[in-house]
Nanobody, 115 residues
Framework: QVQVVESGGGLVQAGGSLRLSCAAS????????MAWYRQAPGQQREFVAA???????NYADSVKGRFTISRDDFKNTVDLQMNSLKPEATAVYYC?????????WGQGTQVTVSS
């Protein structure tokens, strides 16, 4: 069982930056592939970024070059640094942990980007 808790959301002006953090506990964090997703009002949840246990990263085209995902297997955390934020990035951001067929979601953290 893994518990996933996000933090770091808030209100920021367009062009600004935010850093989200996800803390995971309960099982060896280093064995989980981690990812961030987001869900805007009235929209489906969408992929943002992922990092594997080998630290291979992958990003949605819409955030490439502006967002950076990283993990710290000693602190059991995965962060999402978001730069040059746009109003369309307004959403609830969710952390996701996956190992084989098992996956866990956090409760989400709200990010609001004002224009």
């Amino acid at each position: 069982q893994v518990q996933v808790v996000e933090s770091g959301g808030g209100l920021v002006q367009a062009g600004g930056s935010l850093r989200l953090s996800c803390a995971a506990s309960g099982s060896p964090f280093s064995t989980y592939h981690m990812a961030w997703y987001r869900q805007a009002p009235g929209q489906q949840r969408e992929f943002v970024a992922a990092i594997t246990t080998d630290r291979i990263t992958n990003y949605a085209d819409s955030v490439k070059g502006r967002f950076t995902i990283s993990r710290d297997d000693f602190k059991n955390t995965v962060d999402l640094q978001m730069n040059s934020l746009k109003p369309e990035a307004t959403a609830v951001y969710y952390c996701h942990a996956r190992r084989t067929i098992t996956s866990y979601w956090g409760q989400g953290t709200q990010v609001t980007v004002s224009s």
